[in-house]
């Protein structure tokens, strides 16, 4: 069974900080892995998707990688700002149509 | 396009009572997925359908039925509702999910609470 843990639950950083969110995952059989955004009393927003083949995907200030051997994916933010503040999750896409997901890292950035 | 769009946006039950939180997405899409988030908690796979007519199981499916008739539409019911359905329920949709990476779109969420 596919379990996908994140570190850490919650961060803050001052702005302009540059930061890096973490998402382990323990079945390296995947399709993909999404980041995605949450807001408080919001749906979700997917920020980044990489297929099983990538290493990477980059969009604005964030930049996603994938290490699929080791079971690991990081989210870089960089410059961070006061309106990236939310809850970051990572999912990952195994056989079955099923996307699992992590518990999520509330990130606060302080101005 | 509106996306995916969930009704009702809030809702309180109670024990024993039954509802169906409604689900429309209009980008023809063939995936649909209901999930549940618990305070603190990621989301929780309950049901998805990989096209109309056709449902399946995800991890937590019991207390849950639903139905999918058109390509549009993936209702959610609750019968004989308890408290530890109190959740946020979120409903989301996907062009296909053949390892293309299509991205996975949600729709707002549906606090419902069981008292």
């Known amino acids: 069974k596919q379990e996908v843990t994140q570190i850490p639950a919650a961060l803050s950083v001052p702005e302009g900080e540059n930061l890096v969110l973490n998402c382990s995952f323990t079945?390296?059989?995947?399709?993909?892995l999404q980041w995605f955004r949450q807001d408080p009393g919001k749906g979700l927003t997917s920020l980044l998707l990489?297929?099983?083949?990538?290493r990477e995907q980059t969009s604005g200030r964030l930049n996603a990688s994938l290490d699929k051997s080791s079971g690991r994916s990081t989210l870089y933010i960089a410059a961070s700002q006061p309106g990236d503040s939310a809850t970051y999750l990572c999912a990952v896409k195994t056989s079955g149509s099923r996307l699992t997901f992590g518990e999520g890292t509330q990130l606060t950035v302080n101005p | 396009n509106a996306g995916v769009t969930q009704t009702p946006k809030f809702r309180i039950l109670k024990i024993g009572q039954s509802m169906t939180l409604q689900c429309a997405q209009d980008m023809n899409h063939n995936y649909m997925y209901w999930y549940r988030q618990d305070p603190g908690m990621g989301l929780k796979l309950i049901y998805y359908?990989?096209?109309?007519?056709?449902?399946d199981k995800g991890e937590v499916p019991n207390g849950y039925n639903v139905s999918r008739s058109t390509t549009e539409d993936f209702p959610l019911r609750l019968e004989l509702a308890a408290p530890s359905q109190t959740s946020v329920y979120f409903c989301a949709s996907a062009l296909d999910s053949g390892g293309q990476g299509n991205t996975i779109y949600f729709g707002e969420g549906s606090w419902l609470t069981v008292v």
């Open positions: 990489i297929q099983s083949s990538q």
């Open positions: 359908s990989v096209g109309a007519g056709i449902t």
């Open positions: 079945d390296s059989a995947i399709y993909n």
